[in-house]
């Protein structure tokens, strides 16, 4: 029976994730919302750097460790990039960014034909800096994410940071593994390469939900945010009375962007000031409020939970569920079981 190493089949079960996503990615499509082409070019590249440590550890190939090392520094910037994407527009040209995230990949080219032996330590420097990266941006929480909609914001947010986390520990991984051909001449390294294999099937699963599910419609209109700045107080009551008056919370694809423009208001501001005053984040009050009116739809109406759930603006029943019980402590069926029957 013929040898297939374990990196092998990793590089299956990504070229599997990929077409999944690449599969809700047309969907999202079709509703106008772009793909996040740097995470799926990542899968991708996860996929033939799986391949290529088949190559390299199951079979002995060592011509591929020519290839590797480069595909291994386009990683972090794929990461950052599709993080990017989920956080802001961004003022630079797509040809300048390109060039600034492409820098380490020619750096470690660079290295290859000079200095070999020099890539164990920068590789690590790179996945430590861009995931200090991601950090820099999440640093605000899940308000960071301003065109993720509210729905899924948390979601997102804590993928992302394992994600940033998830860089540092391949970073600590690729550090053990140099440290493994100094002291043991490489005796562990092929099982500490095939965690780093497992590790980085683990980034791309959380790089296929944010794909999936992070990015709303991009806004076509720009509005001009007041001359002055309202104070708490006024942000808040505006905030509250598109909730109550317009109920802008069943739009399933709101996010802080959006919000903003609806309410004319920075969106920083608005961050700032529910923050302040509640203690809560943004998509936490918004999914207040949908949380709120499905209370009334389970107790007044006897609609299924499930067309409850998108009445309100959610549009999966794992967010729906765990929103529900964060609020309620019970989820949907238990608080209408409590409930009398509608009349």
Known sequence: ??????????????????????????????????????????????????????????????????????????????????????????????????????????????????????????????????????LLLMRSGPDALRRTPFESATSVYRALIFAAVTLLLSAALDLLVFLDFSWTQGRHAPAMVAIGNLLALIILSIASAV???????????????????????????????????KRVYR???????????????????????????TGKNVSQFVNDFRIADACRLLADTDKSVTEVMFEVGFQTKSNFNREFRRVTDMTPVQWRQTRPNPT
């Open 1 to 134: 029976m013929p040898f297939i190493p374990l990196s092998f089949v990793v590089a299956i079960l990504l070229l599997i994730l990929f077409v999944t996503v690449m599969k809700s990615s047309d969907e999202s499509a079709s509703i106008g919302r772009a793909p996040n082409a740097p995470f799926l070019v990542l899968i991708l590249l996860s996929a033939f750097q799986a391949f290529l440590s088949g190559l390299r550890w199951g079979y002995g190939i060592e011509e591929v460790m020519y290839v590797a090392p480069v595909g291994a520094a386009l990683v972090p910037p794929l990461v950052y990039c599709g993080v990017a994407k989920l956080v802001q527009k961004s003022g630079v040209s797509s040809g300048a960014r390109l060039g600034l995230h492409a820098i380490p990949a020619i750096l470690v080219v660079l290295l290859m034909t000079v200095w070999r032996s020099a890539i164990d330590v920068v590789l690590p420097a790179i996945f430590i800096g861009y995931a200090g990266a991601i």
């Open 211 to 245: 794909a999936v599910r992070g990015r709303a419609p991009a806004e076509t209109d720009d509005v001009k945010p007041p001359v002055d700045e309202p104070t708490d107080k006024e942000t808040l009551g505006a905030i509250r009375s598109l909730m109550e008056t």
């Open 251 to 277: 739009d399933p694809d709101l996010n802080l962007d959006r919000l903003a423009r609806k309410a004319v208001l920075p969106a920083r501001q608005i961050s700032t000031a529910i923050n302040r005053t």
